[in-house]
């Protein structure tokens, strides 16, 4: 069982590129939410899904993609990289409501923007 | 809207004195609070969480946390503080029926000999 993995852990890119971050959880759990980090902000919710086809936007959606074909997937698309978009994304999963569940986290992705 | 301040950016203890990092929230319907850590380049871990019920929790690593609903407070402590405690701690809130949260700015916790 290996929860949440995320790919890949650390990641260089040039402004304008675009790529995408990848997000597996083998928990069979519908709700996956995308989440970054930055010094100082704490964690700031990008996009989040409850289940697979139903996506919405989360406080910074700005400059991001998600879609939920499968349960078990929810990537993260950067269409046009910015230098703003250097930080730590982490993608959450979670059964349910968090009163009954509890959200488990990956390990994260650093990526910088030059 | 739900929002979350953690007072202190910082909190330095010393080996075996009492940890306190204090926790604000705001919330327009019944709260789900949740304390994590964060060990240098690692995920969230959940210490403890508060939903219905007992308003004082215990959670791993000998951390606790009380919520008081008329301070809108959720302050984590611990007794003891001990090296390994040593890391970032973040208070997030949720609503009930959600799935996402609400996260402080994080309190970092540096424990010295």
């Known amino acids: 069982n290996a929860g949440v993995t995320q790919t890949p852990k650390f990641q260089v890119l040039k402004t304008g590129q675009s790529m995408t971050l990848q997000c597996a959880q083998d928990?069979?759990?519908?709700?996956m939410s995308w989440y970054r980090q930055d010094p100082g902000m704490g964690l700031r919710l990008i996009h989040y899904?409850?289940?697979?086809?139903?996506?919405d936007q989360g406080e910074v959606p700005n400059g991001y993609n998600v879609s939920r074909s499968t349960t078990e997937d929810f990537p993260l698309r950067l269409l046009s990289a910015a230098p703003s978009q250097t930080s730590v994304y982490f993608c959450?999963?979670?059964?349910?409501?968090?009163?009954?569940?509890?959200?488990?986290f990956g390990q994260g992705t650093r990526l910088t923007v030059v | 809207a739900q929002s979350v301040t953690q007072l202190g950016s910082h909190v330095s203890v010393s080996e075996g004195a009492l940890v306190l990092l204090r926790c604000n929230y705001s919330s327009s319907v019944p709260p789900y609070l949740f304390w994590y850590v964060q060990y240098p380049n690692q995920g969230l871990q959940l210490l403890l969480k508060?939903?219905?019920?007992?308003?004082l929790v215990k959670g791993i690593n000998g951390f606790e946390a009380e919520f008081k609903k008329s301070e809108t407070s959720f302050h984590l402590t611990k007794p003891s503080a001990h090296m390994s405690d040593a890391a970032e701690y973040f208070c997030a809130v949720s609503s009930s029926g959600y799935s996402t949260l609400t996260f402080g700015k994080g309190t970092m916790l540096l424990v010295s000999p």
């Open positions: 899904s409850v289940g697979a086809g139903i996506t």
């Open positions: 508060y939903t219905t019920g007992a308003t």
């Open positions: 959450a999963s979670s059964y349910s409501n968090l009163g009954k569940g509890q959200a488990f």
């Open positions: 928990m069979n759990h519908e709700y």
